[in-house]
């Protein structure tokens, strides 16, 4: 089964002509990128893969023609053709203007509409093979977005996204426009294309580790230096992303290079990682989804509040109880960043549940000593081990209080979403009749209830 991928084919199953028409455009188009790419000495395309539709799982990918060797180059990038606020051609503007906004994109999106403006600019047939629109939940409507994505913490995302994007464009990108209309063209002040190349830069763009990420001398680093960089990346944003990748994108003095991490027949498509990202991330970002069990690095996640307001009632002494559930989430929960996640195998923040059940089953002279403590300045390692929470096998051995406390978190948990495990598999059984969005929307929400499940049954 191809995998779903970052350029969802435009479906239309009444009207193939229409299909044939895009896989043609697509061709052309990929043709004259690749036409274009291959132009400057400083770039390299082995003749051993090939860009476009045809073997791809999505409207355009890279697929091996001959068979590559693991360690193999695919191609490498000069850094000459990368675009970004100092590659672009208003780099003299934002050295003596520069843009400050809270996102830090905000020069990246000005120079990318300058750029797809500019008629003769070098960057128009790369422009040209990104895709007019990519299928983001950003750009379904709100009722899509509940009816589909309920649960799964993307609607939360995109409506904080939404309004980001709104603020900043109206009180930072506008303004400079405006400011500079004699060097940018007025068709930049556009909120529509603006979006539009935000959502370039979530499911396109790369970003480049600091310089010195590896160093020993901590603390001491330059500030600029300790600043991520980002790019658009002409020809390494082809290929489509699965978990199980055979490919790897490593950054050079003076190249990106592809590299093969695994051998790859000829015929099968050459897949980058965008990252260990859970099924909400990618298809927040990225617009799609993996089905279950392929994405091993996906996550759901448990509400902190909703646990502590379980194990309060669980407690036999339900009063000193709701005094510990409310100073953690007066005194404690606002130092803490998200919630329980689950993963694949068992609990990734394992410390953090570790410390909110044994924080609520303490005694009162006990958690007096952590009041106090926790008044001194809170942190989150209780100096124990609790890797008994890491895997799904090891919960057998924890405390029957604890795992009926997990346990009911995890089935209360289930009732968020709009749908319930056999409703989802009854779609799965007919999912080629689904819309993309719902495909992954389905993948999703299917994924992470299972994983719920999973945990559900380490602690029965």
Known sequence: MATPAKRPREE???????NADLKTLCTNRANAFLKWFSSNDDNFFSGKVTIGPDGSCAQNGMVAIADVQEGESLFRISRKILLHPKSSSISALFEKDPVNSESGWSELLICMMQEYNTKDSPWKPYFDVLPETVDLPMFWTEEEREKLLTGTGVVEAVNRDNKKILTEFQS??????????DTISESCDDLELYKRMVSYVMAYSFTEPP???DSDDFGEEDEEEEKSTIYMVPMADMLNHIANN?????????????IATKD??????????YGELANWHLLHMYGFSEAYPANHYDTVDIPLDLILDIAEEEAENKEFARKKSLFFKQKVMEDLIGDIVVGTKGILTDDRLFMVLKVMEMSPSQFAIYEEEC???????LDEDTSVLTEFEKMKDLSQ?????????ATESLKRYKTNVQEDEEKLKQIDSLNSCQQYSLHLCYGQKMLLNKLINACK
């Open 12 to 18: 239309n199953n009444d009207q193939n002509n229409v």
């Open 172 to 181: 930072v990108v506008s303004p400079y426009l405006k400011k500079h209309k």
């Open 211 to 213: 310089k010195d990420d």
């Open 246 to 258: 055979n490919a790897h994108l490593s950054f050079k003095p003076d190249c990106l290079e592809m």
């Open 264 to 273: 790859i027949k000829k015929g099968e498509e050459v897949f980058n990682t």
């Open 375 to 381: 008044e001194e300045g809170w942190e989150e390692d």
């Open 401 to 409: 209080t604890w795992k009926t406390i997990i346990y009911r978190s």
